[in-house]
């Protein structure tokens, strides 16, 4: 079987590939500053036995795709490292260095609310967990570069970013670092790095086992896309059965070519949202352009995914629910209005966004994170932090296929939003 | 209205009549100056200016006081003040991995020199109350220095790995 777990809670992502030989890989990693990967506790409890990892793929260097991924080298004897082409480049890795040094974030440390450095600091972890590891293989991800994996049972194709791709990002980067220092050694204060587009250098793959296919697309906008079909026709990628979206929903991930190649109604795509920025994400024009390609789009936070496209995503499954707390039943006996708190689907009172909390609610709820699944989805789910107990199991979705596109098993997170294609 | 006019009109009288001679009682402070020097104070020279007293910590922004005893039972979460209505602040409190909407009254944000849009550490306590002291400043949002002590080691033993040519990772096309 060639299983995808998609785990998107809203500030980053990851997913893990199960290979069928029993391997796993893992592309891209999240984590807040303090608190360990959550997809690393998850691969723990999915494979408590393994030691080491097929491989880990690092797409671009933004703070969602790569916080902690550090750690995976620290806990697992990693056999393979495929890396966003620039990945220690000169330029790449004294860009970061200068971004630290003028005290600058990117648009994204922004967003996430990293301090300055923060992609920095954790790009030196990894290239030291992975000297210390030594034998470790590095692949670029790059097109047309093909990884044999389970003795040829399953290749890993990189499709984006392509040489002319490849060409333009380093080019941005170069120009970028060196207005940096325009005027000398001090900083140039018109220097704009938020404008750098990380997001060129991503590295989209595509899984195939047998007739089952599976395409990560990363964070590749639409540029990335035009130079794949510019360069190998309107059809270079075949049907897929399972699409991590690109970009996380975006109008600018989307790319009609492409979606006309690689999907139908056979396939399933799966977004993970990220509504820290200016410009919150799934968006209304992305998600509404990928559902007449599919078959189904899910969204790994609804809340967030309404929040940000404006569509009514709907949860498939139910969440288990705690016992209320006497003190809280008391509390809505004495105020009504707090059952607008409470889980709608219990009390068919809907969440107005303007009653707060009680904050002896708050206190208990720090102390006991269970009770958190009686408050209302829209009230708990708006912005999860790391910190959320249960993360792997609200805000993923998990896949298994044979040979065949079959599906075998499933797994749709409570918090995962759900819209049919058109 | 004769009645208030009438009595404003005795006041007057009354202050137009004032028995206080004010020239008697000048001469008898310039005559008492003169008699009794050193038992009244000198008022000609320049007064030495007090030193100010501490602003009270209210008046500031919240500054950690590591020192300061939380009560029993609180527990730190971050939060954020998001709108202040009328004498309430709502403020998205970070709570088992959710940020939740809770009501804190502003006077109390206030009195730490907090606003719309600060952050702060809110010790809650069980029973819902809250007082000043119970916020807290929130950790500077940059690198500790251990990090960026870290992080500098890292980066100059990269640098010396590319002086001595990096091994890997430079050239995409060699793994075609």
């Known amino acids: ?422 | 209205m004769p009645g208030v006019r009438g009595k404003c009109s005795n006041k007057l009288a009354e202050w137009i009549d004032s028995p206080v001679d004010d020239v008697a009682r000048y001469v008898k402070v310039m005559n008492s100056w003169a008699t009794s020097h050193d038992s009244i104070p000198e008022p000609w020279l320049p007064e030495e200016a007090k030193q100010p007293e501490p602003r009270p910590a209210s008046a500031f922004k919240v500054s950690p006081d590591v020192t300061l005893i939380r009560r029993l039972g609180t527990v730190p979460a971050p939060a954020f003040i998001e709108t202040v209505t009328g004498r309430k602040a709502r403020c998205l409190v970070q709570v088992a991995g959710a940020e939740l909407p809770v009501e804190i009254p502003i006077r109390i944000l206030e009195s730490r020199g907090l606003r719309i849009g600060d952050r702060f550490m809110w010790w809650m306590s069980e029973d819902g109350s809250i007082t000043a002291e119970d916020i807290d400043d929130m950790p500077p949002n940059r690198l500790t220095d251990a990090e960026e002590a870290e992080g500098q080691r890292l980066y100059d033993s990269l640098r010396e790995q590319v002086a001595k040519g990096c091994t890997w990772g430079m050239n995409p096309t060699q793994e075609r």
């Open chain 1, 1 to 422: 079987m060639l299983g995808v777990h998609v785990l998107g809670p809203g500030f980053g992502e990851t997913i893990i590939i199960e290979l069928p030989s029993g391997e796993v890989g893992v592309v891209d990693s999240f984590a807040a500053r303090y608190t360990g990967p959550p997809a690393l506790e998850y691969l723990s409890q999915l494979h408590p036995a393994i030691k080491k990892l097929k491989f880990v793929a690092l797409t671009h260097p933004h703070a969602d795709h790569c916080m902690g991924m550090f750690r995976y080298f620290e806990k697992y004897e990693v056999e393979e490292f495929w890396h966003f082409h620039s990945f220690i480049n000169h330029t790449c890795m004294g860009f970061f260095k200068a971004m630290h040094d003028n005290k600058t974030r990117d648009a994204v440390e922004k967003a996430l609310d990293l301090p300055a450095g923060s992609v920095w600091l954790d790009s030196l972890r990894l290239k030291n967990a992975l000297d210390k590891q030594g034998d470790v293989k590095p692949r670029a991800l790059v097109a047309t570069h093909t990884f044999v994996l389970c003795n040829g049972a399953v290749t890993a194709k990189v499709i984006t970013p392509n040489d002319q791709s490849c060409w333009r990002y380093n080019t941005i980067l170069a120009e970028t670092t060196e207005s940096l220092l325009q005027d000398g050694p001090n900083f140039n204060p018109t220097w704009n790095p938020s404008g750098l587009p990380h997001n060129q250098a991503s590295g989209s793959i595509l899984f195939e086992y047998g007739q089952t296919r599976i395409l990560l697309m990363a964070d590749a906008e639409e540029d990335l896309w035009t130079d794949v079909t510019d360069e190998q026709g309107d059809n270079p990628i075949p049907k897929v059965h399972f699409i991590k979206g690109a970009h996380h929903g975006s109008k600018n991930g989307y790319h009609h070519k492409i979606y006309t190649s690689a999907a139908n109604k056979n396939t399933i795509i799966v977004l993970t949202p990220f509504n820290r920025n200016k410009y919150p994400l799934p968006t209304n024009d992305g998600v509404n352009l990928l559902l007449p390609h599919v078959k189904d789009v899910y969204c790994t936070n609804s809340v967030e995914a309404c929040d940000a496209s404006g569509l009514a995503w709907k949860c498939v499954n139910t969440r288990p629910s705690p016992a209320m707390p006497p003190e809280w039943i008391a509390d809505c006996r004495a105020n009504p209005q707090l059952l607008t708190l409470l889980e709608d689907q219990q009390t068919k009172h809907p969440y107005s966004g303007r009653v707060s909390l009680p904050r002896k609610w708050a206190h208990v709820c720090q102390k006991h994170p269970e009770l958190l699944q009686l408050l209302c989805q829209p009230l708990r789910n708006r912005r999860v932090t790391a910190k959320r107990p249960d993360i792997i199991n609200e805000f993923r979705v998990s896949m298994k296929y044979d040979n065949n596109g079959n599906v075998v098993d499933s797994f749709i997170g409570w918090g995962v939003g759900h819209l049919p294609g058109i």
